[in-house]
């Protein structure tokens, strides 16, 4: 049968329209580029596969610097989401994160709404078969009724490249339950050249709400009033429900011990690595067998459904076990599920075998991004999908990608982890990853990005304006509590007893009494008011930078000399096979990573200190050699 070619060539082809293609079809348009974006279903953009949730420890922080760069993900869930929640409260800014239960229904549709109205983007409904490469530069993709050509592609598969879904002792062939998968175009990735390899991921049951005893559980409230994620938004409208807490018990963990060979990870019939952080139930049983319980957050799927997510409880078990199980659980004695729980193994690529601009070393032009580079969670995939689709259209521009590094953004920690160390099982983001997060906080993701969002033109008047405002007036606070200064008076005096803080002995200013741990802003501006109200988010910033200025200057120290070896460039076409005195390791892993620093190269598993300072010395001489050339 002969093959039709559509009559357009793209600017971009996107691949995939979960969370990493939806942000980079988005941020490729708004940039100007002319946009596809292939989807295996138009009914299930942005499906929220498993946990009907954004945001989380760390998570949270990569929404806010989504949305500083100009990203959909914090709008849309400020428009549809019913619980949200700061979490951390109670320890330092550095690890406070945002969390919001969606919607689930109303997130997919809001955002197929964005997406089908935002200029210069297409979105149609096909499976990707195979890629054109020419030359060793994509061209575009073929799908099963059509060729589609393009200047970029970038693929955002998910969890659909021959996706196999696992129940018990039942597998069947589906990128998630219910949907086919994609089972060729792995294929035609290896036959590129790449490494492909195999991950395996999980989702617990979803059940009737009406079938369960929410008085047996501990409810958890949303925060009231809801602080929204996005940077422009005012306030959120959706209405707000609490989510319960209950726990698994001995009966529970008898059952899934006397079980363990009909589950699919147990059996055998699973061979991929699962996330070591998000553990299946049975998982937890048989690596914690002193933990008495382990808990399960029971969560809506949204306001117009009964439906529940019971988070904590994946599992490939069978679902008469899976049954049983709920059951031993307080509050889920008459449980029904809707949805069974399953494991599902997938095909990825090694995100070695990228640059950091996430387009591949093999194929000039294409890019990957989101779970085919071994991530998981939905924050993940759309931080990679907004990098990507920026320098999809930075490539065809024919300017130098944009590279987060590990001291701007927890995107640029994830991304250099990818590509710098790899993964061999579903990579996930932490607070902990991050070397500099005490400067990486979720409140200031837009001092640190949104320029860059500006200069990109992914960023409106509207939002600019209103960053530039939030800027002007915390440097004027700022310079306020610095210029005020207090005497030790009996009227001062007075006033720090009411505050419940010493007495000062000397002058002093307001700078530096809120460096005090028991004084708070909202006392210095109750006390001595500023001219005008401030919003709040320039409150807590104000407060953020004076209490912690000491350790934050400390880490803009560490940052300088990081930056340093970022500088060191190495040249692509440096050859590392003639580096005498480094390990055969360093060589090895050398020669394929082809860091583009010496901070990077710093940070790859098996290259010592003692390899890198030879390495510095035979980077120097090879460029006075060239430089004589």
Known sequence: MRMITYDKIYDVIVVGAGHAGCEAALAAARMGAEVLLLTISLDTIAQMSCNPAIGGLAKGQLVKEIDALGG??????????????????????????????????????EMKRTIEEQKKLEVKQEVVEDLIVEDGRVKGVITKTC???????????????????????????????????????SDALRRLGFEIGRLKTGTPPRVNAKSIDFKAMTIQYPDD????????????????VPCYLTYTNERTHEIIRRNLKRSARFSGRIKSVGPRYCPSIEDKIVRFPDKERHQIFVEPEGLDTLEIYLNGISTSM????????????????????????????????????????????????????????????????????IIAGINAVLKIRGEEPL?????????????????????????????????????????????????????????????YARFSMKKRLIAQEMERLQEIKLYPNPETQQIMKEMGTAPISQPMTLRDLLKRPEVSYRMIERFFPP??????????????????????????????????MERMIIPPEFDYSKVKGISNEAREKLSRIKPRSIGQASRISGVSPADISILMIALEAWKRRMNRE
């Open 147 to 185: 060729a589609f050509l393009g200047r970029t592609v970038i693929l955002t598969t998910g969890t659909f490249l021959k996706g196999l879904i696992h129940i018990g002792d039942t597998s069947f062939v589906g990128g998630r339950l219910g949907e086919p998968s994609a089972e060729n175009l």
């Open 531 to 564: 001219s005008q109200e401030m919003p709040w988010q320039v409150k807590e910033q104000v407060e953020i930078q004076v209490k912690y200025e000491g350790y934050i200057r400390r880490q803009e120290e560490q940052i300088k000399q990081f930056r340093k």
């Open 403 to 463: 590279i987060l590094d590990r001291s701007q953004a927890y995107i640029g920690v994830l991304i250099d982890d990818l590509v710098t160390k790899g993964t061999d099982e579903p990579y996930r983001m932490f607070t902990s990853r991050a070397e500099y997060r005490l400067v990486l906080r979720e409140d200031n993701a837009d001092l640190r990005l949104m320029e860059i969002g500006r200069r990109l033109g992914l960023i409106d008047d509207e939002t």
């Open 225 to 240: 009033p809801p602080r929204p994620f996005s940077f422009s938004t005012d306030r959120v409208d959706r209405p707000q």
């Open 72 to 109: 959909e993900m914090a709008k849309n869930i400020d428009k549809t989401g019913i619980h949200f929640r700061l979490l951390n409260t109670k320890k330092g800014p550095a690890v406070r994160s945002s969390r919001a239960q969606a919607d689930k229904k109303l997130y997919h549709v």
């Open 318 to 385: 069978p679902v008469d076990v899976q049954v049983e199980m709920l059951r031993t659980i307080p509050g889920l004695e008459r449980v029904e599920i809707m949805r069974p729980a399953y494991a599902i193994e997938y095909d990825f690529a090694p995100p070695t075998q990228l640059k950091p601009s996430l387009e591949t070393k093999l194929v000039e032009g294409l890019f990957f991004a989101g779970q085919i580079n071994g991530t998981s969670g939905y924050e993940e995939a759309a931080a990679q999908g």
